[in-house]
């Protein structure tokens, strides 16, 4: 019996993947449950497995290819189960080329090595299978159509000289295809505006000081400035709670919870996993999620169900050593607060010049929703609490 291995569900508004590579070739043996592939989509990559043990008996799209929910990918021949590979035999000494006799019979043409898929889009676009070859020299699939198609349809490359010659062309992994998409769509669909203001760290790092050596050993994991911004966030939400909503057509949904999005700068891009219900967290459980957070991002195992959703997020520029910027929305979300590099500045205090340890913050936010008023007031309300760290045990 042959078994089809689809593209799964692919998680909450995510429909399209790329095929990032195969872990197994056609005839390899495969174990239920084993990674056969793995699929690369905006959020995260995604291992397949197979649902039967038997053999990879055919590959349908190769790695490259863009595939929907539903696709097939290749099939698994269970018949094949209890197969193993067959020994591999001493390479001969090379021999001049022989004409193919009937131990050694030529392969069989395009067209009957053709996969069904490979022959729909073949007929559809009138290619002759006959000049197909096949990347893998068994089956043509219909990734080789596709790449005979447009290698008929693109004109023949000019001759590089000069600058070009020292160039390099990437191509864009669906992640950072994905992420270009929505940036340039949350420019194109929100009135984003930005405010900024300055805190003085003070406080915050001298209860830092004070409590990291127990906060660790009592916890395991260190006290950080994202904890601290996380209430002070939650804090300053709560009182103006349009900050901590989003636009569905003429109406506008209010959030009565508190998914925060932290932003990581990891490799692959971009990704914002999300702090469920951050206001019911610990400092300790908020340092903790965000410190598997960044392993998970750095190690690709981030998972589709810890990226869904979200209702404002945190961006920290200041780890890369930003002293100012102007962070862009994350949509639906209508807030965003950006973090910056803390600074020992000279400040005016009582009367006095002083020097301090400053951060700038950024609020950028949709005007659609969020008058510039309720945007400053809500970064002062920040500014307060993160300026006096008891009181985030109360408002946080």
Known sequence: MSIEIKVPDLGESVIEATIARWLKQEGDTVNVGEPVLVLETDKVDLEVGAEKSGTLARIDQQEGADVKVGDVLGLIDENGASAKPAPKAEKPAAKPAEKPTKETPPPPPAEERATPVAKRV????????????SKDSKRVTKSDVQRYIEQRETPAP????????EEERVRMSRRRRTIAQRLVEAQHTAAMLTTFNEIDMSDVIDVRTRRKESFKERFGVGLGFSSFFVKASIGALKKFPPLNAEIQGDEIVLKHYYDIGIAIGAAEGLVVPVLRNADRMSFAQIEKAIKDYAQQSEEGTLSLESLRGGTFTITNGGVFGSML????????QVAILGLHKIE???????GQVVIRPMMYVALSYDHRIVDGREAVQFLVRIKELVEDPESLLIEG
């Open 344 to 350: 020992q500045r000279p400040i005016a205090l009582d």
């Open 158 to 165: 000019r001759p590089i000289s000069g600058r070009e010659a």
């Open 325 to 332: 910027s102007t962070p862009i929305l994350n949509p639906p």
């Open 122 to 133: 073949a007929e559809e676009n009138q290619v002759d299978l006959s000049k197909v070859t």
